[in-house]
């Protein structure tokens, strides 16, 4: 493999691996505060559609972003109101929220544009284009770093740098902020966030909206950063399950949700540039490194490498003393 | 003190619920500027109005009422098996291997082969996020997804690598020799009558109303039913009455899987006659919905069972004669999962205040 084909390779990971990671950050503050949250593909998928159909109508891709983002807001609202509010189960409420935006993305699709739930190709001013870094062109020529730098670093939009500038925003957040120091406790111990005085309601339902905000952002780099010109059908196509197994590889933290997210796209980008791996007499197929992401995560949740633990109080609705 | 008559909890509030899930199907049908009623009443005439409506609506049903049942099953424990989706995947694989491995001399010797295949390969998938839960403490929910992916994937790879018959493109194995073809609903007596020889409800329809009662008598009439039940009530209390939660763990998922995966012997055995991507459709994932509604009783699981075979006709006629797509049937499907499951609560709670005032003035 030469040294070009590996930039390629690794330039595809990022492409697969940002939305991954922009959803698992998402799913990170709302199991921080004790919801779960199976429901980041539908919020990943609502919001690629109107990030798509937005910005198709309006022809800007800030505004489709911001479509995406309220929609994909509102229905994490849902999910607090089952999930918080009226004290349901988080499980059934996140499954009932990917049904709700598989089906609803086509039938909103179909009588918007009449294109079997495809929204139309975006222009290129209807988009997030690639961001030249400056330097990028004096710097190509010099060896190793340059075309680094040239087509790796550079080069990506404004949503995939936002989505890396959220790792440390994220951890500075969990790990120095009061409000962080809350989140963890809120997932963690309810009732002891309660007695100190501060509202477990609100703590959370903060947390989950932060989580429709990242999916939103998610869900606007599927459909409108370049390449991506539109939404498709059933575009998210799993990643919403990937991002909340690579959640768990990452134990819950931020910085090495970057590594899972980033690991789980580089095997994508392999399994697409090389369908079937020859390794000596055995040949491996495509559908191995397909599977890899969810083998991997039974075995961490396996704890055969490392244990995952969940926040404590993730999942129970969180009751009041009377 | 009960807070409502049982009438309210086992009927009442699911109807309230069915309601409110109906009502904003009907605004959502409204605002994509079609007629709620035109809808509702090509649904009917599509489905109930005729045979053959009948027979795509048998066929679905028989689908939910297996994945319903493997749901409530889990339920009853305490665990959520959101994992049908690939129990059934491989029940199908496990119902191939049966009918492909001999050429079967008679239908109902390759049927008690099949079911056996289906149900172990269905068990064994469940088994190990099972075993998981119980000895290694990793979640089911995230480990039944996870099974789910891969389940497709191993499907994917042996359909198109090994399993699939020299010189043909599909991905898809080979015919199923005639002997393990399954009678349909026109191939019995008095039913002959009523559905023509295309019908695909099949056999397997009798299979899944004996799997509901099975499972009615398993849950409420024998002793594994009772500790199974008491487990998912409290782990705590059901542990200090000598239950081992690992023994009730596995042995609902291993039978809720098997329930899962025989689904296949409808879908793969009766209908397609090979094995095919894809041929569970989401059947692992309604199964939810149907438990949900149905309250993970196995009467209440046939009722919505017949409701969601209703739907995905329905669906499949408004499709073929208006402009609805197909996929209207997901949201009804996601409605009713959210009203039924998740936002029980906001029925409920008004309900019981309302019982419990009623009662008050009653006395006073």
Redesign the interface.
């Known amino acids: 493999m030469t040294y070009d084909t590996l930039l390629q390779l690794l330039d595809s990971m990022v492409r697969l691996g940002v939305p991954l990671l922009l959803a698992c950050l998402a799913g990170l503050y709302s199991e921080r505060s004790g919801i ?1 949250d ?1 429901g980041l593909e539908g919020k990943m998928l609502v919001g690629a559609f109107m990030a798509g159909a937005v910005a198709f109508s309006s022809g800007s891709p800030w505004i489709g972003l911001l479509a995406a983002i309220g929609i994909s807001v509102l229905f994490s609202l ?1 999910h607090g ?3 918080i509010t ?8 996140g ?6 935006a ?3 993305t ?3 699709g ?2 918007w544009f009449g294109l079997g ?1 495809r929204t139309p190709a975006l222009e290129n001013s209807a988009r997030f284009e690639p961001i030249t870094l400056p330097f990028a062109e004096a710097l190509s020529g010099v060896p190793f770093l340059g075309p680094l730098y040239a087509e790796l670093i550079s080069g990506q939009t404004i949503l995939a740098y936002a989505a890396f500038a959220a790792v440390p925003i994220s951890w500075w957040v969990l790990y120095r902020s009061r409000f962080g120091l809350r989140l963890r406790a809120v997932g963690e111990n309810p009732a002891a966030v309660d007695t100190a005085g501060i509202s477990v309601v609100r703590l959370r339902f903060t947390a989950v909206m932060i989580t429709g905000l990242l999916c939103g952002i998610a869900g606007a780099y599927l459909a409108t950063s370049a390449p991506s010109a539109g939404f498709g059908r059933e575009m998210t196509a ?1 990643k919403g ?1 990937i991002a ?2 690579a959640l ?1 590889f990452a134990k819950w933290r931020p910085v090495p949700a970057l590594g899972a997210t980033m690991l789980f796209g580089l095997l994508e980008a392999i399994s697409i540039r090389y369908p079937n791996i020859a390794l000596g007499p055995i040949t491996l ?1 495509v ?2 490194m ?2 890899a992401p ?2 991997l ?2 075995i961490i ?3 055969f490498v490392g244990r995952a633990i ?1 926040p404590r109080a993730g999942g129970e609705p969180y009751v009041k003393e009377r | 003190m009960q807070k409502m008559p049982k009438w309210a909890d086992v009927a009442l509030i699911p109807l309230i619920n069915l309601m409110i899930a109906f009502l904003i199907s009907a605004i ?1 049908i409204f605002a ?2 079609e007629n709620p009623w035109m809808a509702l009443r090509t649904m009917v005439e599509g489905t109930l109005l005729r045979a053959e409506g009948w027979g795509y609506m048998l066929y679905y049903a028989t689908n939910f009422m297996f994945t319903g049942l493997a749901v409530s099953v889990a339920f009853h424990a305490a665990q ?1 098996n ?1 994992g049908g989706e690939g129990q059934a995947t491989m029940g199908g694989l496990g119902v191939a291997l049966v009918c492909l491995a001999f050429p079967w001399p008679h239908w109902t010797v390759a049927l008690l082969a099949a079911t056996a295949g289906a149900a172990l390969f269905g068990a064994v998938w469940a088994a190990i996020p099972a075993w ?1 839960q119980a000895r ?4 089911i ?3 039944t ?3 789910n ?2 389940a497709a ?2 499907l ?2 042996l359909l198109s ?1 090994v399993m699939r018959p020299m010189g043909s493109m599909d991905p898809s194995s080979a015919r199923f020799p005639d002997g393990a073809k399954l009678p349909t609903l026109h191939d019995m007596p008095i039913l002959g009558q009523i559905f023509d020889k295309n019908t695909p409800a099949n056999i397997t329809l009798f299979i899944a109303l004996a799997a509901c009662v099975l499972v009615w008598v398993l849950i409420w009439k024998t002793r594994l039913g009772y500790m199974i039940r008491a487990f998912g009530k409290s782990e705590a209390a059901a542990k200090y009455a000598g239950i081992s939660p690992f023994k009730i763990i596995m042995i609902s998922m291993i039978i809720s899987g098997a329930l899962s995966g025989m689904m296949a012997l409808n879908t793969v055995m009766g209908y397609s006659e090979k094995l095919i991507l894809n041929s569970v459709e989401g059947a692992g ?1 309604i199964g ?1 919905a149907v438990s ?1 509604m149905g309250r993970s009783h196995p009467f209440g699981v046939l009722l919505a069972s017949l409701l969601f075979g209703f739907l995905y006709q329905g669906g499949a006629e408004l499709a073929l004669w208006t ?3 197909r ?9 009713v ?2 009203f039924t ?6 029925v409920r709670t008004p309900v019981e205040r309302l019982f419990l005032t009623l009662r008050r003035e009653g006395r006073g």
Do not use: W
């Open positions: 779960f199976i849902i109101v089952a999930s009226f004290r349901g189960n988080q499980l059934i409420s499954v009932a929220i990917n049904f709700l598989s089906g609803l086509v039938l909103v179909q009588t739930g799993g399950y909340l197994a768990i197929p559908q191995v397909q599977a969810y083998i995560t039974v949740l396996a704890g969940p | 959502v994509i500027g959520f959101i998981l290694r403490g990793s979640h929910v995230i480990t997804i996870m099974f992916f891969i994937s191993v994917n790879y690598n994932f939810i949900l402009s609805i797509p996929e209207l049937i997901t949201v009804i499907q996601a409605l999962i959210m499951g998740a936002l029980d609560n906001m």
